[in-house]
């Protein structure tokens, strides 16, 4: 691994060698606050809180218009309230290289050389978590994966095979070593109007605990079928855009989830349909049901449930100098636990955006959400309120941008006392 790494650095500093003007992106945030487990498993509503400082630092250069590279470096600090074994420090690095080779030349088609093309990616990560009352849980990672996609008039291919290795700190556990392997396809018919996708994943691990899952699969197919590309509203049937729908199985870990601090093995089931809608030019909304499942291995927050989404975007008005947006969604979850009794419940939700942008200076953005949580139990029930306000500036012609985002959560408790979370989130890019 240390060849490995004193490789990908050599290629860095050949790359800065190469280097030419507005060849580089520096980019990064800063964010501080606090929030809820709630906000971070879409399907879990457990309310554990906590206090977090994240910082981001992205470097980006385009070397040519076949090779670039990203380096970008992560700091999560998270503070639990009630779960002091939990609180911990994550540092991640990584290191993306992109490259696409010169069209293939097979044939005399002038149309078939336009649509073959390869493109390879080299990901390589490095993280350590250290936690601050549960050093038996603290270990280095090392994840390495080649990546190669290829397209041409009427599908895509796309392989990837890498290498997943947990090392722990503490004495008598069990490192882990993992491999894994994706492989996607896309079919096209119809002039490109449907889409056919099927993707599959295998993760086996040489090394692993006692109570976990030593070999892991995923399965997911769908299908895409655009009523008019052209998107001038002159389609068969009114009003009607697109349609999506997507089925997947697999069995996952949480140590792979950023957001997750317990590691667990579970097993989902998930399918949906969306049907997108261009009702005029300026407005648009779409439909999306969803069904869910979780079964986990070791834990009873297993959880079925479907959630219905209602979408719309509206542009106000748009020229020269200025735009406005404006968007509304709403939004009915039902969500049952088998194995926790009085936890099932139904949310509605309701949420209104806006965005106003002075182009080529500045861009500011708002958004409301408000959410009613109706328990089986009506003493948990509760009402969540989410509140955020963005305003991005750019500088230099806009070689240089900062932003800011204030972000503000409020939750009433039928019983107990109510909370109030905040966050705020400042930002850069900076090209040169």
């Known amino acids: 691994m240390k060849c490995l790494l004193f490789l990908v650095f050599s290629l860095f500093l050949i790359s800065l060698s190469l280097a030419q003007a507005d060849?580089?992106?520096?980019?990064?945030?800063?964010?501080?606050?606090?929030?809820?487990?709630?906000?971070?498993?879409?399907?879990?509503?457990?309310?554990?809180?906590y206090n977090y400082q994240n910082y981001h630092l992205r470097l980006k250069q385009d070397i040519s218009d076949r090779l670039s590279y990203n380096i970008s470096s992560f700091i999560y600090d998270k503070n639990y309230k009630s779960q002091d074994s939990l609180d911990n420090l994550a540092r991640i690095f990584k290191i993306n290289w992109s490259y696409t080779p010169p069209r293939l030349?097979?044939?005399?088609?002038?149309?078939?050389?336009?649509?073959?093309?390869?493109?390879?990616?080299?990901?390589?990560?490095?993280?350590?978590?250290?936690?601050?009352?549960?050093?038996?849980?603290?270990?280095?990672?090392?994840?390495?994966e080649p990546q190669i996609r290829f397209k041409e008039e009427l599908y895509a291919l796309n392989f990837a095979y890498g290498v997943n290795n947990y090392e722990y700190l503490a004495p008598g556990q069990k490192d882990e070593l993992r491999f894994f392997g994706k492989l996607g396809a896309e079919r096209y018919f119809m002039e490109k109007k449907m889409t056919l996708t099927a993707d599959y994943k295998i993760d086996q691990a040489e090394q692993h605990k006692a109570d976990?899952?030593?070999?892991?699969h995923e399965v997911l197919g769908g299908a895409d079928y655009v009523f008019d590309p052209s998107g001038s509203l002159r389609t068969g049937l009114p009003w009607l855009y697109k349609i999506t729908a997507r089925a997947g199985?697999?069995?996952?870990?949480?140590?792979?989830?950023?957001?997750?601090?317990?590691?667990?093995?579970?097993?989902?089931?998930r399918y949906y349909v969306k049907s997108e809608h261009r009702i005029s030019e300026?407005?648009?909304?779409?439909?999306?049901?969803?069904?869910?499942?979780?079964?986990?291995?070791?834990?009873?927050?297993?959880?079925?449930?479907?959630?219905?989404?209602n979408s719309?975007?509206?542009?106000?008005?748009?020229?020269?100098?200025?735009?406005?947006?404006?968007?509304?969604?709403?939004?009915?979850?039902?969500?049952?636990?088998?194995?926790?009794?009085?936890?099932?419940?139904?949310?509605?939700?309701?949420?209104?955006?806006?965005?106003?942008?002075?182009?080529?200076?500045?861009?500011?953005?708002?958004?409301l959400e408000a959410n009613f949580y109706n328990f089986d139990n009506s003493d948990s029930d509760k009402k969540r309120l989410y509140?955020?306000?963005?305003?991005?500036?750019?500088?230099?012609?806009?070689?240089?941008?900062?932003?800011v985002d204030f972000k503000y959560r409020y939750t009433d408790y039928k019983q107990g006392d109510d909370k109030k979370d905040e966050a705020v989130r400042t930002e850069f890019k900076y090209k040169f």
Do not use: M
Not at 212 to 216: G, H, I, L, N, S
Not at 284 to 304: G, M
Not at 336 to 345: E, F, I, K, S
Not at 387 to 403: H, N, R, S, W, Y
């Open 23 to 49: 060849d580089f992106t520096l980019s990064g945030y800063t964010e501080i606050g606090k929030r809820s487990t709630a906000d971070d498993y879409e399907e879990e509503d457990t309310d554990d809180e």
């Open 105 to 144: 030349r097979r044939g005399d088609s002038q149309s078939r050389k336009t649509e073959e093309s390869v493109k390879i990616d080299l990901k390589l990560q490095y993280k350590e978590k250290r936690y601050k009352n549960t050093p038996t849980s603290e270990y280095d990672q090392i994840r390495f």
């Open 212 to 216: 976990r899952k030593k070999t892991k």
């Open 249 to 269: 199985w697999g069995e996952r870990d949480t140590k792979e989830d950023e957001e997750r601090d317990v590691e667990l093995d579970y097993e989902y089931w």
């Open 282 to 309: 300026r407005l648009e909304t779409s439909l999306k049901y969803q069904y869910f499942k979780k079964d986990y291995i070791n834990s009873t927050l297993d959880n079925r449930g479907f959630y219905l989404e």
């Open 312 to 367: 719309w975007d509206c542009e106000v008005f748009e020229d020269e100098k200025q735009k406005l947006d404006l968007g509304f969604d709403f939004e009915h979850k039902a969500l049952n636990y088998p194995l926790r009794a009085g936890n099932d419940y139904e949310r509605e939700a309701i949420s209104i955006r806006a965005g106003y942008q002075q182009k080529k200076d500045w861009k500011a953005n708002a958004a």
């Open 387 to 403: 509140a955020k306000f963005g305003l991005e500036k750019l500088f230099f012609a806009g070689d240089v941008t900062l932003g």
